[in-house]
């Protein structure tokens, strides 16, 4: 299984951002990071029996909390959690958030992969973006991550950004090659309701989603195309392998957390707003941080039961209930619960598995859902493969290149009545 943590702090928001995250005292990164614990120590019970192959600490800026609050974290998760001898232990990080020691104890503390939001190596940009670092502060933190001994890092950029030109991701993905790491993300800025973006830039976004050319600020359709190719070749000749729509990696560095994820391999998500899957049911924790922590806080939560003598049989008991039965106490009625239809968890499988340039095996299809992907998807694949969207070869059905540009709407096609 897979373990999620979202620490949902930052030092103020960036204008795009639509994350689950702000800027709260220090009182309230305390009373989150106890509830947290609470929370992992309800799942450390839960999941005695689980291997844990890869751990993602997600945010927010997980680095933006208190190094001592976030050893207290990373001591729970390495003393009560089965990790695999070769885990992926990945956090997110942004530049200007984590010093030489702070990067130093992520290491000693078992973390062997950063994934640093770089976004852009324009300061221009970066402050249209309302980033709280510049370049340099980016430079240093990927320094103190290779100094701290982590050969496994991320760099997210941005596409698609305002007055983004080919010249200007040119000189984002030059800079970020040059330093070698082995991942590179690169996601389409997506304009979220609820953002500064948004206000600013809703009028131009109606009009790309009308087929306008030659907008003002927003690039349009061909733009964001020629961005993506731009991208696609330049970290190709550099050798990144991309694996994901909008994933690169050195060879043997694609993430194993992203890539469970879209194999639908179960996992776990703590804190706030973080959405979990078991055994075909999904749901997500309340995004209150208040009720959050009042929930995990009380009384006779999870770490109080953790520290009873009677931990044993309380783990018999947790063992022998019925799997994942939904527990009050930890998963609020106010959670949003979904146990997956046969039809939904088959169009996961497409939806999710389709991300991948790799594909999915109809035999897997076949294993899990005990019958043939023609018998339910046998009109919609051909004619995917007429429109040149997918491809088969060998029992690989993938995506094409048209089919990647045009992804979200090729798995709408994947919808079962
Ligand atoms: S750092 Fe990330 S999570 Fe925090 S406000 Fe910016 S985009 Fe959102």
New binding site residues.
């Given amino acids: 299984m897979e373990l999620y943590i979202h620490i949902p702090f930052?030092?103020?928001?960036?204008r795009?951002?639509?994350?689950l995250?702000?800027s709260y005292e220090i009182e309230i990164r305390k009373k989150y990071t106890e509830a947290l614990i609470n929370e992992l120590l309800f799942y450390a019970t839960k999941c005695a029996d689980e291997k844990v192959d890869s751990v993602f600490i997600g945010?927010?800026?997980p680095t933006f909390l208190e190094t001592e609050l976030m050893k207290q974290i990373l001591t729970v998760v390495s003393s009560r959690f089965n990790l695999s001898d070769n885990v992926e232990y990945s956090i997110?990080c942004?530049p200007g958030t984590a010093n030489q020691s702070a990067m130093d104890m992520y290491y000693e503390m078992g973390i062997n992969r950063v994934s640093i939001?770089l976004?852009s190596a324009n300061e221009d940009e970066l402050q249209m973006?309302?980033?709280?670092h510049d370049l340099k502060a980016f430079l240093r933190t990927f320094e103190y991550a290779r100094r701290a001994g982590f050969d496994n890092i991320n760099v997210d950029i941005m596409t698609g950004l305002p007055k983004q030109t080919p010249m200007k991701l040119r000189n984002t993905l030059n800079t970020v090659t040059m330093l070698r790491p082995e991942h590179i993300s690169a996601y389409d800025l997506i304009i979220e309701p609820g953002t500064q973006f948004y206000d600013l830039y809703n009028d131009e976004l109606t009009k790309r989603q009308q087929g306008e050319k030659n907008l003002k600020s927003l690039p349009d359709e061909d733009m964001e195309l020629e961005l993506t190719r731009i991208t696609e070749n330049f970290l190709s000749s550099k050798g990144y392998i991309k694996y994901e729509v909008s994933n690169f990696a050195r060879q043997g560095f694609s993430s194993r957390h992203n890539i469970g994820y879209w194999d639908r391999v179960p996992y776990i998500g703590v804190g706030i707003g973080a959405a979990s899957l078991f055994n075909e049911t999904r749901w997500s924790n309340d995004r209150d941080i208040y009720s959050y922590i009042n929930r995990l806080n009380k009384p006779g939560s999870a770490v109080a039961l953790c520290d009873d003598p009677k931990i044993a049989t309380l783990k018999n008991r947790l063992r022998n209930e019925a799997p994942w039965e939904i527990d009050k106490d930890i998963i609020p009625e106010s959670a949003d619960i979904k146990h997956l239809s046969r039809k939904a968890a088959m169009e996961e499988f497409f939806f999710l598995g389709l991300r991948k340039v790799k594909g999915v095996r109809r035999s897997d299809f076949e294993n899990y859902f005990d019958t043939t992907v023609d018998a339910i998807y046998g009109n919609v694949i051909r004619k995917l493969q007429i429109e040149d969207l997918l491809t088969e070869k060998m029992g690989v059905i993938a995506l094409t290149e048209r089919g990647m540009d045009i992804s979200n709407l090729v798995f709408s096609e994947f919808l079962l009545d």
């Fill in positions: 930052c030092m103020r928001k960036c795009y951002c639509d994350f995250s702000g945010g927010g800026t997110e942004n939001g976004q973006l309302g980033r709280i």
